[in-house]
């Protein structure tokens, strides 16, 4: 009994050592997963994915998979396909607009339904613009089905790439994307905030070098407070992201965009953990992998070559931080003789059948460790993408003016014992509550970001306010007192 007891004790401690993380299991490339709930064993198995670029998955609290999705296509149409646990499409799960570039797609937890998931994605050659679906895992007994379909978020022509960060209070989501270019170089970045209200009116932030470039990658630090933007015509930009506001700020210029004369393009790019050092794919006849130091100044002069691929051309493709602290570089093989997506059955090699590793990606110079070709994937093999998941296990930042959450039932509730209108709104709004008492309530009026910009004490009854003085934006009107309790989202235009 004693033996059962301790093996149980034991068992306990294992489990408990490892970080269970939404982001433990990766399906990708052609039937590649990898499962990272032991990061010091990560262990392969088979998806029934098949995607040159465009993929993410989730878990589940435990670490379990809950579904993923890819695009099984060589254009840019409607073919994004969601599969569930058992590496099987869901029912409906078929037709996303999504193609097969680069991080176009991104999944995660619709905030405050523990049921539904969003689902993001982009489109940058046809059907532009960004859309969103929505998989509900209370659907097909537990394995989920996409209950809303291609929703068009924005009509804006993007980049290649997508992605997410949690809000400050640990349980919205922060969404970006950059504009594309076309007539004219452009800086601007497109932004959401995702919250049990819904999704915020964008927000347009023209920041940082502008670019003359239609693909690239973006990408947040492990701990959200670093955003990195990177082109195929070669810029490569670094910035403080604050989770409570959204605001982007300090860009810190790795390298300029080409004026000409180069031969090699960014495909990727990512920060260290401890966020002192960038990774950067190049692509050429000869593919690279840099690393360059964000400690010196000026930045450009740090470049170290990590690793060169002279056996196979333009080969690199993602790279991504993984649940065990190390960066996974994506290597696609292709003869030049045919498109390599998607690859003949005859088609396996040491090139698409493993990913190369940075070991200590904190460590400066060769130290970093790369090791070309080293995890072997069990068979299936790899293209350019890597799971473009975000980091789900982020918290609240403690103390932060956005450290109050609004409850889903206070949002709920409003429309039954509540009218405000107009909403939007450009000066005044009418509060008119269904049943009018004496009672004492407080309204407050916070913007998105969390921050009090109203407060008043007033009786529970029909009244309007002044609220001219407000920029225009989304916000939340909550109404409290000692028996009510309602939050409801305002705009104004």
């Known amino acids: 009994m004693k033996n059962i007891v301790l093996i149980g004790i034991l068992c306990m401690f294992i489990t408990s050592a490892f970080p269970q993380d939404r982001n433990s299991i990766w399906c990708f490339g052609d039937s590649a997963g990898i499962d990272f709930r032991n990061p010091s064993n990560p262990v392969t198995f088979k998806t029934g994915i098949r995607s040159r670029s465009d993929c993410a998955s989730i878990a589940d609290e435990n670490g379990n998979l809950l579904f993923y999705v890819g695009s099984d296509t060589t254009v840019n149409v409607s073919s994004g396909f969601v599969y569930n646990r058992n590496h099987q499409q869901m029912p409906f799960g078929w037709g996303l607009k999504l193609g097969n570039w680069n991080h176009e797609v991104i999944i995660f937890p619709m905030p405050g339904d523990p049921d539904k998931y969003y689902i993001f994605h982009t489109s940058i050659t046809q059907s532009l613009g960004i859309f969103y679906s929505i998989v509900d895992m209370s659907m097909d007994n537990g394995y989920g089905d996409v209950v809303v379909n291609n929703v068009t978020l924005a009509t804006t022509s993007v980049t290649d790439g997508v992605a997410a960060v949690k809000h400050a209070n640990g349980r919205d989501w922060w969404l970006i994307y950059a504009k594309r270019y076309q007539s004219a170089p452009t800086n601007m970045f497109i932004e959401y905030l995702i919250t049990p209200a819904g999704i915020s009116a964008p927000t347009i932030i023209n920041i940082g070098n502008t670019h003359q470039s239609g693909a690239g990658d973006l990408n947040f630090s492990d701990d959200g407070e670093k955003f990195i933007f990177?082109?195929?015509?070669?810029?490569?930009?670094?910035?403080?992201?604050?989770?409570?506001?959204?605001?982007?700020?300090?860009?810190?210029v790795v390298k300029p965009e080409s004026t000409g004369g180069e031969d090699f393009a960014v495909g990727s790019g990512v920060l260290s953990p401890d966020k002192n050092l960038v990774y950067i794919t190049y692509n050429a006849d000869t593919s690279y992998v840099y690393q360059y130091d964000l400690r010196v100044n000026p930045v450009s002069s740090s470049r170290v070559e990590i690793a060169m691929f002279t056996d196979i051309l333009f080969c690199t493709g993602m790279l991504r931080l993984a649940p065990d602290n190390k960066i996974y570089l994506s290597n696609a093989y292709q003869n030049l003789i045919q498109y390599f997506f998607p690859y003949a059955d005859s088609v396996y090699n040491y090139f698409n059948?493993?990913?190369?590793?940075?070991?200590?990606?904190?460590?400066?110079?060769?130290?970093?460790?790369?090791?070309p070709y080293s995890f072997y994937l069990g068979g299936s093999r790899t293209y350019l993408g890597l799971p473009n998941n975000p980091n789900y296990e982020l918290q609240a930042v403690q103390g932060s003016i956005c450290d109050s959450l609004i409850s889903v039932k206070e949002i709920k509730d409003v429309d039954r014992l509540l009218a405000i209108y107009p909403n939007p709104f450009s000066d005044r709004i009418l509060i008119n509550p269904v049943n009018e008492t004496n009672e004492i309530v407080t309204i407050d009026i916070q913007n998105d970001t969390g921050q009090n910009v109203f407060t008043t004490e007033t009786f529970f009854a029909k009244q309007e306010l002044d609220l001219s003085h407000l920029p225009k934006g989304i916000y939340f009107l909550r109404i409290t007192s000692n028996s009510v309790s309602l939050v409801k989202r305002l705009i104004r235009i």
């Open 353 to 371: 059948m493993n990913l190369s590793v940075i070991n200590s990606p904190d460590s400066a110079g060769v130290a970093c460790d790369f090791q």
């Open 230 to 252: 990177t082109t195929i015509s070669n810029l490569v930009e670094v910035f403080d992201f604050d989770r409570c506001t959204g605001a982007l700020s300090n860009p810190v």
